[in-house]
């Protein structure tokens, strides 16, 4: 399963794409299981090129019901960084935020959890 | 420190008119990403992962009051109140919208400040002894020949697309306090057998994925031609440097494939052709130039009263006075450390209000200078001893008084995974983990000097192959572990560290450093550092001490 | 035609090339001609006994010092860039005008961008093929953006330190 995102131009926030336009927030995301899908929105993506800079597909993996990016580098986007946890897209709070940092899969292990939950 | 005249100020206006119109048929789609990309780098805008990142430029990291209030400004205004202080001395902000770099440029401009060429395959920021001017075992101040460099180099026609980025720093005392042998080029200044001054330069430093220790292609440049010599230096560069690969188009890949006997027969061979008066500064145009580096200090006597009293009554402003306070070369003054590394804070950040902070004591308290070291931290360069306690006070308050300096919690940390494109694993919170475990000043001063340099990806941003501890971020499998290595050294005794033994999980890293450090209280003699305790019995105890376990 | 532009009078005018490029594999043709630098070293002598103009096309690694024997005799230098980030003929061109005195056409083709003419002019280029469609307004507009320049190159642009000291 893959989610195609980028980076808005005018100001760099991380986008995720949904049915032809742009989400802020990762949980808001189209689902692409279908590869001839997901690269004509890649396609697509990337020849709107006064919209997003670096559209790529990222694979994502399911967990407590709940999609989350499969790679550490895509949660952090997908969150913000883990040393200020009131910056980034992680300052609106909410379930699915909270799913994403709970989430399972090639980026946890237990002493992470601990560095990324921040006192 | 160096005042902009008229053509400076008509310099960076037409910098940011020149990149407000770039910016502008970007947005517009008239031109395409991959060529404003080396545009955008030029004038310090990477795009990263939450958000664009400027990276200010801070020459030979000197500021004024001014300059660092309007740096806290606009931190405020356009990013989230912080900045961040790098490995090259600048100030990074990280949440900065591409629309708004423009006006941003034109804000710093106002205080003769600018972004050029802090990224980019250029000549990047050129960074100089932060004692420089307040040190009494220089030979002169690095800053004059840095801000010559700097002027060169700025839109220098033929080194604006070179196969790779460029690094050079500036020492001029007999301690490097620049880390000059981990530089494209070091700069050394010394003194000639009739007196006269030059430099010793050094080439091919850096670290990264291969790294090396610059190799001195020539004991001893007259000063007068230090600008005709870097064109011979770049020319070669620029000619021979690989282009094939992005991770061997360092001049570091030249000069070992070369040789440096070879290299600097081609530099040789090239400045013999070249005609220096036609780069060379004139002397009137160095005298120019140093007239601003003078600052003008009172006499005083060597010992303050007020300072002892407050010593022998106050055991925690000793402390600070142990870690943080160097002499100075003139009677009466000393040079404070400002420490940017408090336990549990992200190591080089400041906030807005610390920033205006700085500057206030900087003006009222050290002759309106302020000045950034590669290590993350701030300096105030001319304090009277008089003033220390009122000046301690003030960083107390402000939580900039950490007597750390040097010592374990002292931690230098690239942003690493947590913002950074290139990174493969988090840097910070695994410095302010062990910044934390560390922190109690007792255990950190019986400790005594140790540096640990945690970088989040082979681009070594963090220094961490010349940390006496360094570690290295690195992606296994998606999970993020750690690579420790010891005995690095990025001063005099320059030395690349050692690979302790296979790369650890990130939960395993404090407690690790916490093993070595008990090897170290056991082991040392003598008053033996960290290093040297290293140095005398090797790797073997540290590697058994933190994968006993695996036994 | 791809566009062509040349410093005249000191200004950016859009001029026609008399020129034909013609590649190693290819058969000449009649008139002026820029050759690479193997097929020029072959057939330079003959093609300038005719009474053509002769030119060289230099590639990015290729060195300019080779032609030093023969620059008198050749009208043009183009400049070959792969990539517009490859900055090796901004030290080629610079060493042509500034070294070897060549006093003949220097001409930038390739990967060229308005966004380099300001260097490119600095180090001594002063014709131009741009491969992102500007023309010569744009590549005036683009030269002019700085009223001062820190550092000597090839142009007779005086650096600020001269222009602090008059």
Known sequence: MKVLTANRLSDGEVVFWKAGHWVERFAEAELFDEPERAEEAEGQAKSAHTVVVDAYLIDVVESEGLWAPLSFRERIRALGPSNHTQHGKQAAGGEDIAALRRAHGAARSTGRVALIKRK | ?551 | MPTHIRLRDGRMAPVEDPFTYVADDQELVPGDVILSLTRFQAEGDRLLSEGRAVGVRLEAGEEVEALAYDLPRIAVVALAFPKFRDGRHYSNARILRERLGYKGEIRAVGDVLREQAGFMLRCGFDAFEPADGSGAQQWEAATRRFRHVYQRAADDREPAFVERDS
């Open chain 2, 1 to 551: 420190m160096y005042r902009y005249d008229a053509i400076d100020k008509d310099f960076v206006a037409d910098r940011t008119a020149e990149f407000r119109e770039q910016v502008a048929r970007r947005l517009a789609g008239e031109i395409t990403e991959e060529q404003f990309k080396p545009i955008r780098l030029m004038n310090g805008l990477y795009l990263q992962l939450h958000a664009y990142m400027l990276r200010i430029a801070i020459p030979y990291g000197t500021l004024t009051s001014k300059k660092l209030r309007k740096l806290a400004w606009i931190a405020s205004t356009y990013d989230k109140g912080y900045g961040h202080f790098t490995t090259r001395t600048n100030l990074q902000l990280h949440w900065i919208k591409l629309k708004d770099a423009p006006e941003i440029l034109g804000h710093l401009a106002d205080v003769e400040m600018h972004a050029m060429q802090t990224s980019g395959n250029v000549v990047r920021n050129v960074t100089a002894d932060p004692y420089a001017g307040a040190t009494a075992d220089e030979l002169d101040d690095p800053r004059v020949w840095a801000e010559a460099i700097r002027q060169w180099s700025t839109l220098h026609p033929e080194f604006s697309f070179l196969p790779r980025k460029f690094k050079i720093a500036v020492t001029a005392a007999a301690k490097d306090r620049t880390a000059a042998k981990i530089y494209d080029i070091g700069l050394a200044m010394r003194r000639g057998r009739d007196g006269e001054l030059g430099f010793e330069v050094m080439v091919g430093g850096g670290l990264g994925r291969t790294p090396y220790l610059g190799a001195t292609i020539r004991e001893f440049l007259p000063t007068r031609h230090l600008l005709s010599y870097l064109e011979a230096i770049l020319r070669v560069y620029n000619r021979y440097g690989r282009r094939d690969n992005i991770w061997k188009a360092r001049i570091k890949v030249l000069v070992a494939s070369l040789g440096a006997e070879e290299f600097a027969r081609q530099v040789e061979a090239e400045w013999a052709k070249s005609d220096p008066g036609h780069a060379d500064l004139p002397d009137i145009e160095l005298a120019r130039i140093r007239a601003d580096f003078r600052p003008a200090f009172e006499t005083l006597p060597a010992r303050s009263e007020a300072l002892e009293t407050a010593k022998a009554s106050n055991p925690a402003f000793a402390r600070f006075l142990r870690h943080n306070v160097h002499p100075h070369k003139q009677p009466g003054y000393a040079i404070v450390d400002v420490s940017l590394k408090t336990p549990g804070q992200t190591p080089g950040d400041i906030t807005s209000g610390q920033m205006e902070v700085v500057a206030d004591l900087a003006e009222r308290y050290s002759l309106d200078e302020v000045r950034v070291n590669y290590q993350q931290n701030l300096l105030l360069p001319h304090v009277k001893l008089d003033d220390l306690p009122t000046v301690w006070a003030a960083l107390e308050a402000a939580g900039l008084a950490t007597p750390n300096i040097d010592l374990i919690s002292d931690i230098i940390a690239c942003p690493g995974l947590d913002y950074c494109a290139l990174a493969n694993a988090r840097a910070i919170p695994v410095a302010q983990h062990i910044a934390e475990r560390f922190a109690d000043p007792e255990r950190a001063e019986t400790i005594g000097e140790l540096k640990i340099k945690i970088s989040g990806c082979i681009n070594a941003c963090g220094h961490h192959h010349v940390g006496h501890i360094g570690i290295l971020g690195v992606d296994k499998k998606g999970e993020e572990f750690y690579q420790v290595t010891l005995g690095g050294s990025g001063e005099d005794d320059a030395a690349l560290g050692q690979i302790l033994g296979p790369a650890l999980p990130a939960d395993k890293v404090t407690e690790a450093v916490e093993q070595m450090v008990e090897v170290y209280l056991r082991e040392r003699r003598d008053g033996e550092r960290f290093l040297d305790t290293f140095r005398r019995t090797g790797v073997a105890p540290f590697k058994e001490a933190v994968y006993a376990d695996a036994h």
